[in-house]
């Protein structure tokens, strides 16, 4: 992205030009390759778009160290860790972008890109999935969330914090992903629904997705797991017409907890058949319900993966 404050901010640097002001690469790196790709805001990337990255990144990192992805911040978060789900392999992957543009005083764009090739061409992030880095922080795709819409220290890692950092001295992993999750498909199902719980909340929201024809709903429920009562019905009806739900907490570093046995408490509704998304936010387990109802609609294996 680059632009000016007067005319607006428009996607039309290609990665030669960033290269071109990347004066110097970091120490063992000797060569490196641009492809460029798409060139959009990342709020215009579709499922489709998605697959295709991923799927290109899979072939890629078959000839190459490492692997660099320029992005915008808006959705960085989801493309990320749905590229994640789909890569697989042990070569780095790692996404960066900057929260100010190129051309604007104390941009953070060239600082950004040169940590993030400084980490695909380090040794200890093999193995370690997609990651992003941004503001010298290292996290994994499946746990960065963007909590705030400007400052360079935007992103963040919930619950767990970060994977490492980069100082002066080199690229320092704090802890290691213990368990990676890759699933090898080529297919991944667009119509899934994000929603937020809130107190009076109807259940026509629900009947409506699953008559407009959504195979998936995740819901962002209220402290760790629980629903207004009026609603219950309708995820009843959900249910019974084989529509996946996945729960999730709308509390940004929280989890769901199967205690609250009352009529739309998280035990309650867990009961009857809906998939805990653990300790997943609601985008990240709609990005992942996307990537699994490609694979199958079956809910006791969808409810197997999320566990």
């Not at 004066?23 to 959009?40: C, H, M, Q, Y």
């Not at 499946?142 to 690229?171: H, M, Q, R, W, Y």
């Not at 629904?193 to 699953?210: E, N, Q």
């Not at 609603?231 to 529509?243: E, H, N, Q």
């Amino acid at each position: 992205m680059d632009g000016s404050e007067e005319e607006g901010v428009m996607p039309s640097l290609k990665g030669e030009d960033l290269l071109e002001h990347l004066t110097v690469f970091p120490p063992g790196v000797s060569e490196i390759d641009v492809r460029n790709w798409k060139a959009l805001p990342s709020g215009y990337m579709r499922v489709s778009d998605i697959l295709e990255l991923a799927l290109m990144i899979r072939e890629l990192s078959k000839s190459y160290d490492g692997i660099v992805v320029t992005h915008g911040t808006d959705a960085l978060e989801e493309t990320s860790y749905m590229v994640d789900l789909l890569y697989g392999g042990s070569a780095p992957v790692v996404f960066t972008g900057a929260m100010y543009p190129l051309s604007f005083p104390g941009s953070d764009a060239l600082r950004n890109l040169y940590n993030a090739i400084r980490v695909a061409s380090c040794f200890d992030a093999i193995g370690q999935g997609v990651l992003v880095v941004m503001n010298d922080e290292i996290h994994a795709a499946s746990e960065v969330v963007k909590l705030k819409s400007s400052g360079i220290d935007a992103f963040s890692s919930l619950p767990f914090g970060l994977l490492g950092n980069l100082t002066p001295k080199g690229v320092e992993f704090r802890r290691r992903l213990i368990r990676r999750e890759f699933y090898e498909t080529d297919k991944v199902e667009e119509r899934v629904a994000l929603i937020k719980a809130y107190f009076s909340m109807a259940p026509d929201i629900i009947d409506f997705l699953v008559s407009a024809g959504y195979k998936g709903i995740v819901i962002e429920a209220m402290g760790v797991g629980n629903l207004p009562p009026d609603v219950t019905p309708s995820i009843d009806r959900a249910l019974d017409k084989g529509v996946a739900i996945v729960l999730a907490s709308r509390c940004p570093a929280s989890d769901v907890v199967p205690i609250y046995g009352y009529k739309g408490g998280s035990l309650d509704i867990l009961s009857k058949g809906v998939i805990s998304g653990g300790k997943l936010n609601g985008l990240k387990a709609r990005v992942k319900l996307m990537v699994l109802l490609g694979i199958t609609h079956d809910l006791e294996e969808l409810r197997a993966r999320f566990s």
